[in-house]
């Protein structure tokens, strides 16, 4: 019998003991797949040592499950390149292996790249490898190729194993992409009684904005007796009001029981701070057993967008007390908390803690925040600086944020050096066009104006719906 114990002594066996311990070649699969998993010294060393083993008693590569295992192993331990190696290197690879690399590939963001390996690839599909080709399609934004796989397989795949192996991954992508229809079509050829599809369509649902058919898709779920489970209640989620949020929190607590699993209480907070109940998400935050980085970014993030910004930034400091690493996200937050709030002081000094003390390499986005806060607090000259210290090329939304912060203050100067660098970067935005030109209106210089105004006309732009440069003036 397989167990941990016999795991132990094949990876000794392999690292080189020269106790004789008997081992059987057929457990390699499973041995594999235990050595990803390994906490001690993390899943890599282990599995290479089993690899090794395989090679020595000539298992490998020759055996296809033996191989196919290898390759899953080497992805669950985070060495994709060596599930790559190990794909290249079985003499004929089955369904199987075509379908174990390219879930690899997909789980590691490389969906394009699974894409490519099946064009490439001689074997006739089958339902799993069918289906994991759609989960490629569905990450990959590929919505053709998945109408492709899906009408080959209805014809050339018993329709009953089909949907039951592609039909979660079909109605996702269909329901992502608005088709309704087709998503209800592909739902009705599934086992109603499994909550993996009910997810897939009500997640779906959700995940496109039909907030009702997501609703309605819950509760007749319900109807039917299917129990749902937690990714059910995530699905939801994302489609309630504060009413049937509500709901589904006293749901969750009489299915689930005690707050243990943080995905789960992260949406219902990442729910209440949509519809503004900053309290419950403190609420729920507080009973929370197991608190993740994302748990203190939606907690921190409903405090900057309910206006608490000196409340955001004391729970950053809670957050480095308790030991938890911000992230990008949090740094996100927190700096558009002190820009809506006017903490400006506040803001340059934690994006400098979050850059020299953390070590976070601030994004595009974080830099346009600073620019926006201190341009919004007048502070113009400092906002310029900051543009030409930047360690990223400045591009329209940094600029943006000074034009527009130069309309709110009617500073003409700054606006057109902002003005000529987004010119430079996005010629073809009339948008900018009309907000200089009324810069100039404003500031009773019609002629320049004007001037911007016949810009407009000579490139031939588009004036944004519901603007008029006429009436600006």
């Not at 490439?120 to 109408?147: I, T, Y």
């Not at 088709?179 to 109603?192: D, E, I, P, S």
Request: net charge positive; aromatic share 8%.
């Amino acid at each position: 019998m397989f167990d941990r114990r016999t795991a132990r002594q094949a990876l000794t066996h392999a690292a080189g003991d020269h106790l004789v311990i008997p081992f059987d070649p057929l457990s390699l699969p499973r041995l594999l797949l235990s050595a990803a998993n390994c906490s001690v010294g993390g899943g890599a060393p282990a599995v290479s040592a089993v690899h090794a083993a395989g090679l020595k008693l000539g298992v490998l590569p020759s055996s296809l499950p033996v191989s196919n295992a290898l390759i899953s192993a080497y992805s669950l331990a985070g060495l994709l390149p060596s599930s790559v190696r190990a794909f290249a290197l079985i003499p004929r690879p089955s369904t199987a292996s075509y379908t174990t690399l390219l879930s690899a590939l997909s789980r590691h963001g490389r969906p394009q790249e699974a894409l490519s390996l099946f064009a490439a690839c001689v074997v006739a599909p089958d339902a799993e490898l069918l289906s994991c080709l759609v989960s490629c399609c569905r990450r990959a934004s590929a919505f053709l190729p998945a109408r492709a796989v899906h009408a080959y397989g209805i014809k050339n795949v018993p329709a009953l194993a089909f949907y039951a192996s592609a039909g979660p991954a079909l109605v996702a992508l269909y329901a992502g992409h608005g088709k309704v229809r087709a998503a209800r079509r592909v739902f009705g050829y599934m086992n109603g009684k499994d909550v993996v599809s009910w997810n897939a369509m009500i997640g779906g649902f959700a995940g496109a904005g039909m907030d009702n058919e997501a609703w309605s898709c819950f509760q007749e779920m319900r109807t039917r007796g299917v129990r749902g489970n937690a990714r059910t209640a995530v699905a939801v989620l994302g489609a309630c009001d504060l009413e049937s949020g509500r709901q589904v929190h006293g749901y969750v607590v009489k299915i689930h029981g005690g707050p243990s699993k943080a995905f789960l209480w992260n949406a219902l907070m990442s729910m209440y701070s949509r519809v503004g109940c900053v309290g419950d998400v403190e609420r729920v935050f507080l009973e929370m057993e197991r608190k993740d980085v994302v748990s203190w970014n939606v907690l921190i993030g409903a405090f900057a967008k309910s206006g608490y910004g000196g409340r955001a930034l004391e729970l950053v400091n809670t957050m480095l007390q308790c030991g938890m690493q911000p992230d990008s996200v949090t740094f996100t937050a927190v700096l558009m908390a002190c820009c809506h709030c006017g903490l400006v002081d506040e803001g340059l000094a934690l994006f400098q803690s979050f850059v020299s003390v953390i070590g976070l390499v601030p994004t595009m986005e974080q830099c346009a925040c600073i620019v926006d806060m201190l341009a919004r607090a007048g502070r113009f000259m400092e906002a310029l600086k900051f543009v030409g210290r930047m360690p990223l090329k400045p591009n329209a939304i940094v600029w943006g944020a000074l034009l527009s912060a130069s309309r709110m203050h009617h500073n003409v100067e700054f606006a057109r050096v902002a003005f000529e660098q987004l010119v430079k970067v996005e010629p073809e935005n009339a948008g900018n066009f009309v907000t200089m030109s009324n810069i100039y209106a404003k500031a009773g210089m019609m002629e320049d104006a004007k001037r911007v105004r016949m810009m407009i006309d000579m490139e031939d732009l588009a004036k944004p719906s519901g603007q008029s440069c006429v009436d600006a003036v």
